[in-house]
Structures are given as C-alpha cells and as structure tokens.
C-alpha cells in the first residue's frame, strides 16, 4: 500500500470529494438534473481501469471498500498525512457514513487527467438502476 500512497495522493485527496458529494443531497428546492443517463467515460478513462495499478483503478477500489463497509482498506488507501490532518476517528467517521450513500450507487470514471502534484480521477455517481436524478 505504501506505493500507492506515494505515487497518487492527488488522486486519493479526488475520491474523497466524490465520497463526499455522494453524501450530499437532500431537499433544496431545486428540480432534479434530468440526464437520464450515465456519462459515457473517456478512452483513456476505460484503458486506466483495464490496469490495476491505474489511478482510476485505485479510485473504483476505494469506492467499493466504502461499498463493502472495508474501513480499515478504505483508511489504507489515503496518504497518512490527510487521515492524520483530520484525526483518524473523525475521518474513519467520514468514510462510515458515506458507506449508505454508496451502496445504492455505482461510480462512473469520466476521465483521468494530470494536474499538479498527481493526476485528478473525475468520476459520477448513478444509480444502480433507474434514471440519474
């Protein structure tokens, strides 16, 4: 784990923004996106997932062990660094509640593009069925 810790930082600091926007929602009085469908991923999004050692690989793993409830995987895939900054419990909190949230979804990688310090992981989340919302 420590090589993926030290080569895509950037990449982990990436899914925890969409862990975190998977959590958000709720009632705001704002009419629903009507995109009935999922976006259809970049070429170079579809080649990074066919390699396990991928960027966006490590993302699809990092989603599935919130999925699976696998906190101590889900805590190893992060630079230690931004668990440490936040607090190890207060981040274990973090990713255990977004676990609901993730079961009813699927994570949809969009693209894979560098950026300073890493490479950025775009991705959406869907539902497993029916319509995005």
């Not at 926007?21 to 009085?29: E, H, K, M, Q, Y």
């Not at 050692?53 to 062990?65: I, L, Q």
Request: charged share 15%; hydrophobic share 45%; glycine share 10%.
């Amino acid at each position: 784990m420590r090589q993926i810790r030290g080569i895509w930082p950037a990449t982990l600091v990436a899914a925890v923004s969409i862990v975190a926007l998977a959590g958000c929602g709720g009632d705001s009085g704002v009419a629903p996106a009507t995109n009935p469908k999922a976006a259809t991923p970049s070429a170079s999004a579809q080649r990074q997932l066919d390699d396990p050692r991928s960027p966006a690989s490590t993302v699809m793993r990092f989603w599935d062990s919130i999925r699976h409830g696998a906190l101590p995987l889900s805590l190893s895939l992060y630079e230690p660094r931004v668990v440490s900054a936040a607090g190890i419990a207060t981040f274990a909190g973090m990713l255990q509640d977004q676990r609901a949230a993730s079961v009813d979804t699927r994570l949809n990688v969009l693209g894979v593009e560098d950026v300073a310090g890493g490479r950025l992981v775009a991705a959406e989340t869907v539902p497993k069925v029916g319509s995005k919302t």
